[in-house]
C-alpha cells in the first residue's frame, strides 16, 4: 500500500439513494455512469427529484430507473446511467449545465498517538476529552464493527444533532460508531472487506486497546488520536473508489451532521470545479465541516498533488521515531539495516547462498522485481533472493520468492525512494533496505562467486531521532490548479502505522483483536482528521479556517534531533514536501493567532482564477457574476501561508494583505521576525501587532519583491514569517517560484 498511488477521503454527508430499474429497451451495456450538473431553479417543479427527471429520455418509460444518486448538499445535479447520445440530447434542455463520465479514484498506530506527544490522563489529551462529542465521517472501503477498537465502553450517546443511519443490522452500530452506510451497487453491506477503512477509522478515533501488535512487533496499547469521538461511517470503496458514490457519501454526511470528514483517497485533477471531492469539501465547509484529504502517494516527483483546494486540509506522510529492525548480514561481515514486521524466529543464524533475482533470466526483464511469472520455474531452494521494488506489490514478491523455494528475500529500493524502509506483515523471513544499502548488497555479490547472508531480526526500536521524515511516496507540490496556494498543508504520521484490521494477517483464529501496520498518506490523513476533532472538540466555536491555522501556524519544522526535517534522502526537505511543517497537536491548541476564511472570501479567489461565472457556480451552488464582484490574486486569500510567483509575466514587486484574529491573551503584542527566501525582498507592514481583546481582527502586508532578471530554469526558495510574542511563535511558510 504504502508505495501505490493511494488517497484518503474522510468525508460523510447525507445521499439520496433511488433503488429502482431501468425499464427501456436502450443497451445497458452501451450506457455509463454520468455526473449531471443542472441549474437549482426547479420552475414548475415541486420538487428535486421530479426536476432531475425532467432531463432523462422521454422514451425511457421508468425514468427515474436511470438515476443512481440524486445530489442535495454537494451540489445541485444526479448521477445516472447514460448513452453519449442520450447526454448528447440532454444538452439542449433548458437549465442543463454539464455532464461528464464519472471517474474512478484510488484509495490512497500503537505509538503514533505518543510520538505526537499525546499521553494519557495528561495535557491537550485529557484537556480535549479526547475528541468527546465531535463526528468524525471517514469516507473509505467500510469497517469491522466488532473490532475491540470500535468497543463503545464509556461512551456518551451521539449528538442530539445526529441524524445518519446504520445499515447493519440495528445491533450493530454503537456510541463509537454511530453511523454506516455503503454506497456501492456491488455492496450489500457497509462491512469492510479490504482492510483499509477499518485500519483508517481506528487510526482517527479507534478505542484503547491493549495488547495490540503484528507478530509481536510494534507491542502496546493502540488508540486512535481521538479515541472519545463519534465515528460515521461511509463505504464508498471496494476495487476502485466512483465518484458517484463519493459525492452521494458527502451529500449524506452533510445531512447526517458530521463536524470532520476523512478521505483518504483521490486523483490527479485540473481544475476546482471538475473535482467531485473539491465540490463536495466546498459544501461542507460551507456547513461547518472541516475536510481533511490525503495529498496522495504519487511522490517524491514535483507536481504530483490530489486535493489542493485551499479549503481542504491537504496531508502528507512522514515516519515516526520506532524501527522494527532487520538487519541483513553479509558474508563479508557488512551489516546493514532494514526492517520488517515479519521476523521468525526460526530463520537459521547460519549464512546462506544469496543471489539477485534479476541475475537469474538476463532476458527477462521484470525477473529483478521477482514477479510471479518471471519466478514460476525457478529453484530457489535455500536461498535469499533479492528483489527490487516495483511492478507488483512487496508481499506478492515474497510470495513468489518462497513459492519457488526461497528461503528468504531482501527487498531493495529504487533510487527514487532512497533511505525509506517498510515493515510489512511477510510471509517469509525478509529486510527492505534503502537504495545505497541495496548497492552495497549487490556490489557483494559481484564480487565473490560463493556470496551468502543473512537476515538478524532485531524487533521493536523506538527513538529514531531523524524523526520525522517525510515519506519517499508522499506527494509533492507545487499546486498544480492554484499555484498560489501552498500545498501540502501539514505532515503527519504516514510509514508503518500500526491499527485494526478486519483479519488476522498472523492466520490466528483465536482473537478478534487484530492489526497491521501499512503507509500511506491514507494512513498520515486519519491522524490529521483526529487532531482536528481533538480541536473542534477543545474550540466548538471555531471555524474550520481557524482549525486549519491553528495546525499549520503552530507545526513543527525540526525533526527530534532538533534539525532541519528531511526528506528520503537525508537532506533537508523542501517546503513544497513539508508544507508548513510536521503537526504538534498541544501547540495547535494554544497557537494565539489564527487565519481565518470565511465561506464568502473564496468568491473572490476564485473569481481570480480566471474561471467563468458557470465554472465558479458550481463550486459556489448559487449564481455568481464575476465582473461585478472583486478578484483578488491567488495569494491574497487569507491563508496562513504564501506562495509567490516571480517571472517574466509576473510584477517585480507584489503586496498581499493578511488579517490575524486573537484567540490567545487577550492583550498581548506581537513582533515580527523575518526570514527571507534568498535573494528576495520580503518588507511586513507594521512591524508590530497589538492586541487589546480576545478575537480582536488585525491586519498586516506584505511586500516581497523579486530578482531583477527572470532564471532560465524554475528555481524553489523559501522562507518565513513568524509573529513573536511574550508566549507565542505564529509561524507562515514562505514559498517562492522563480521562472
Known sequence: MGLKHFLTLICILNLHLLHTFADDTTNTSTLETYIIHVDGNLGLFENLESWYTSFLPTSNSNGRGRIVYSYRKVFKGFAARLSADEVKAMESNSGFISARPERKLDKHTTHSPNFLGLNQNMGFWQGSNYGKGVIIGILDTGVLPSHPSFSDEGM??????????????????????IGARYFNSFDDSPSDDDGHGTHTASTAAGSFVGGANVFGNANGTAAGIAPMAHLAIYKVCSLFCSESDILAAMDAAIEDGVDILSLSLGGLSFSFYDDSIALGAFSAMENGILVSCSAGNDGPFNISLSNEAPWILTVGASTIDRKIRATTLLGNNETLDGESTFQPSDLPPTLMPLVYAGSLNTSDPNIQFCTPTSLNKTDLRGMIVVCEIGVVARVSKGIAVKNAGGSAMILVNP?????????????????????????????????????????????TLIGDDRAPVVAGFSSRGPNYISPGILKPDILGPGVNILAAWPMSVENNTNTNSTFNIISGTSMSCPHLSGVAALLKSAHPDWSPAAIKSAIMTTADVVNLALNPIEDERYVPANIFATGSGHVNPSRANDPGLVYDIKPEDYIPYLCGLNYTNRQVGFILQRKVDCSVESKIAEAQLNYPSFAIRFGRSQPISQTYTRSVTNVGEPVSSYVVEIVPPPGIGVLVEPSNLDFSEANQTLQYQVTFTGPESATNTTVYIQGYLKWNSGKYSVRTPVAVTLR
Open 156 to 177: 456518551p450517546p451521539p449528538p442530539a444533532k445526529w441524524k445518519g443511519k446504520c445499515e447493519f443490522n440495528h445491533t450493530t452500530c454503537n456510541n463509537k460508531i
Open 415 to 459: 533510487r527514487i525512494y532512497a533511505n525509506m524502509t517498510l515493515a510489512e506483515a511477510h510471509v517469509l523471513p525478509a529486510a527492505h533496505v534503502g537504495y545505497a544499502d541495496g548497492l552495497k548488497i549487490k556490489t557483494y555479490i559481484n564480487s565473490t562467486t560463493t556470496p551468502t547472508a543473512t537476515i538478524l531480526f532485531k524487533g
